[in-house]
């Protein structure tokens, strides 16, 4: 009786709720009726076929919406991190997975993907005001899962949520309204370090750096850096609807061996949180946050 209800604690139904000749519904323990005999707990074809039903030995992949912020310039900057996501992944069986996208809406400008990598085209140079990532508008949009080719994740969204103009004669992928926010002029320059490959602020990020990773580049304290540490989480600083990964190591040197701990993170807000990093069973291990590109 107690692996019968066991049984109904993982979701089972009874394998039939009258009674029946069929030798395998009744010999379930899933069965409605107790047999009365004596005979102890056996799992039959029946009870293995639903557990597996109910809880998958392959379990479906994941992925997470994205929200892009699009540079206009003509012609159109070609700087790596501008303009594309990454539509990433996740699996507990492996890596082996596709990406498969559907519902296009393209009324401004146009998207093309490479393996796991979704570009975004737009020949419209002007700005645009911002829409809140928290809401499901869009100025483009497409619509895309994940598939390991048995299982497919939830469909999710790419969104494009503005258009920022960069009118520099060659676009280094930096807007011209960003600038200006912090620089107070809209062409780099090297009297204040303005320039995408310099660092303003000494924290050792570009200014590109800081505008992908949504950071202020006059500001040395603002860096995408882990700002507290417990014994079941750490924070860190973050930029609003991106995607983070925390990576876990032993070595804190090495090139190599950084692995994914936990889920990845889609912070709301400016702080990132990340949960159920530890485990007292593991060495200690140096731990890292990743912007998903």
Same mark, same amino acid.
């Given at each position: 009786?107690?692996?019968?209800?066991?049984?109904?604690?993982?979701?089972?139904?009874?394998?039939?709720?009258?009674?029946?000749?069929?030798?395998? #519904?009744? $010999? =379930? @323990?899933?069965?409605?009726?107790?047999?009365?005999?004596?005979?102890?707990? =056996? #799992?039959?074809?029946?009870?293995?076929?639903?557990?597996?039903?109910?809880? +998958? #030995?392959?379990?479906?992949?994941?992925?997470?919406?994205?929200?892009?912020?699009?540079?206009? *310039? =003509?012609?159109?900057?070609?700087?790596?991190?501008?303009?594309?996501?990454?539509?990433?992944?996740?699996?507990?069986?492996?890596?082996?997975?596709?990406?498969?996208?559907?519902?296009?809406?393209?009324?401004?400008?146009?998207?093309?993907?490479?393996?796991?990598?979704?570009?975004? !085209?737009?020949? $419209?140079?002007?700005?645009?005001?911002?829409?809140?990532? *928290?809401?499901?508008?869009?100025? /483009?949009?497409?619509?895309? %899962? @994940?598939?390991?080719?048995?299982?497919?994740?939830?469909?999710? %969204?790419?969104?494009?949520?503005?258009?920022?103009?960069?009118?520099?004669?060659?676009? /280094?992928?930096?807007?011209?309204?960003?600038?200006?926010?912090?620089?107070?002029? +809209?062409?780099?320059? !090297?009297?204040?370090?303005?320039? !995408?490959?310099?660092?303003? /602020?000494?924290?050792?990020?570009?200014?590109?750096?800081?505008?992908?990773?949504?950071?202020?580049?006059? /500001?040395?304290?603002? !860096?995408?850096?882990?700002?507290?540490?417990?014994?079941?989480?750490?924070?860190?600083? *973050? %930029?609003?609807?991106?995607?983070?990964?925390?990576?876990?190591?032993?070595?804190?040197? *090495?090139?190599?061996?950084?692995?994914?701990?936990?889920?990845?993170?889609?912070?709301?807000?400016?702080?990132?949180?990340?949960?159920?990093?530890?485990?007292?069973?593991?060495?200690?291990?140096?731990?890292?946050? #990743?912007?998903?590109?």
């Amino acid at each position: 009786m107690l692996t019968h209800e066991i049984g109904h604690a993982l979701g089972l139904a009874h394998s039939s709720d009258v009674t029946t000749n069929n030798a395998t #519904l009744t $010999n =379930s @323990i899933m069965y409605y009726l107790a047999h009365g005999d004596g005979r102890g707990a =056996s #799992l039959n074809s029946y009870d293995t076929n639903v557990v597996r039903q109910v809880h +998958p #030995l392959n379990t479906p992949p994941w992925t997470y919406p994205r929200v892009m912020d699009i540079t206009t *310039a =003509s012609p159109a900057p070609n700087v790596p991190g501008i303009n594309s996501v990454e539509l990433r992944g996740y699996d507990l069986q492996g890596t082996n997975l596709n990406l498969n996208i559907t519902n296009l809406t393209t009324l401004n400008g146009t998207f093309t993907s490479i393996g796991n990598l979704i570009k975004y !085209a737009c020949p $419209n140079f002007s700005d645009s005001g911002r829409i809140d990532p *928290a809401t499901t508008s869009y100025y /483009d949009a497409l619509t895309a %899962r @994940i598939s390991d080719g048995t299982n497919a994740s939830p469909y999710v %969204r790419v969104r494009v949520v503005s258009y920022n103009n960069d009118s520099s004669a060659t676009s /280094d992928g930096i807007p011209n309204a960003w600038m200006t926010t912090y620089f107070l002029h +809209p062409d780099p320059q !090297a009297g204040d370090k303005s320039r !995408a490959t310099d660092d303003a /602020d000494g924290d050792k990020l570009t200014n590109l750096q800081e505008y992908i990773a949504g950071m202020n580049p006059v /500001d040395g304290t603002s !860096a995408q850096r882990i700002t507290s540490f417990s014994t079941n989480a750490l924070q860190f600083q *973050a %930029r609003p609807y991106e995607l983070y990964e925390v990576l876990g190591n032993t070595n804190l040197s *090495a090139t190599n061996g950084w692995v994914r701990a936990g889920v990845p993170v889609l912070p709301t807000n400016s702080i990132g949180v990340a949960s159920n990093l530890f485990n007292a069973s593991l060495p200690w291990r140096f731990f890292r946050v #990743l912007k998903v590109p």
